[in-house]
């Protein structure tokens, strides 16, 4: 079963940062956090992962709290080709496989 | 460079046939991942390869369903006596193993439909 809990959808304003939340309450101390999103018709996309520390590159950022409990995935200027299914997902560093949720699909509009 | 590709994009069978799909991975990349997705569901492991030795196999839904990469290169996922319930997507990955945080390539997936 996924070990994180997403909002089932979102909407977004072109031009505007768009934040997604993220709980992953059970987190261990080997486990990362994966952000991996899939645009209609297409496989998922690896966006940006972290342990503890913020993370950022040209795609977006990532913050994950104190405590690992929660994190958020930040596009800083959404566009409409950033309409897609976002999944956050925790990874233990000795598995190899990839567990999904049901993700946060997000709208970016007009 | 090329990414992961896959063929066919999509499969119409009768039930009861039997399924071939392929997954061409990026050229040296070690572990190759199978996935299944249903519709309007998140990707749902199936099995893993490591160059040719399959180490995970657990999610494989039935024994109707064996994968294969004989020589550490392109897989086949096959589906024997196929139902209606394996209709969704396949979707293969690949990546390069590094320290357990290598990130894995999908490609577009294979769109089965079981009439």
Known sequence: DAKTTQPPSMDCAEGR?????CNHS???GNEY??????????GPQYIIHGLKNNETNE????????DRKSSTLILPHATLRDTAVYYCIVRD?????????TGTRLQVFP | GAGVSQSPRYKVAKRGQDVALRCDPISGHVSLFWYQQALGQGPEF?????????LDKSGLPS???FAERPEGSVSTLKIQRTQQEDSAVYLCASSF???GTDTQYFGPGTRLTVL
């Open chain 1, 17 to 21: 940062a768009a934040n997604l939340p």
């Open chain 1, 26 to 28: 059970t987190i261990s």
């Open chain 1, 33 to 42: 956090v994966y952000w991996y999103r899939q645009i209609h018709s297409q």
């Open chain 1, 59 to 66: 795609m977006a950022s990532l913050i994950i709290t104190e």
């Open chain 1, 93 to 101: 560093i000795n598995t190899d496989k990839l567990i999904f949720g």
């Open chain 2, 46 to 54: 199936l099995t893993y390869f490591q160059n040719e030795a399959q």
């Open chain 2, 63 to 65: 024994d109707r369903f």
């Open chain 2, 97 to 99: 193993p590094g320290q």
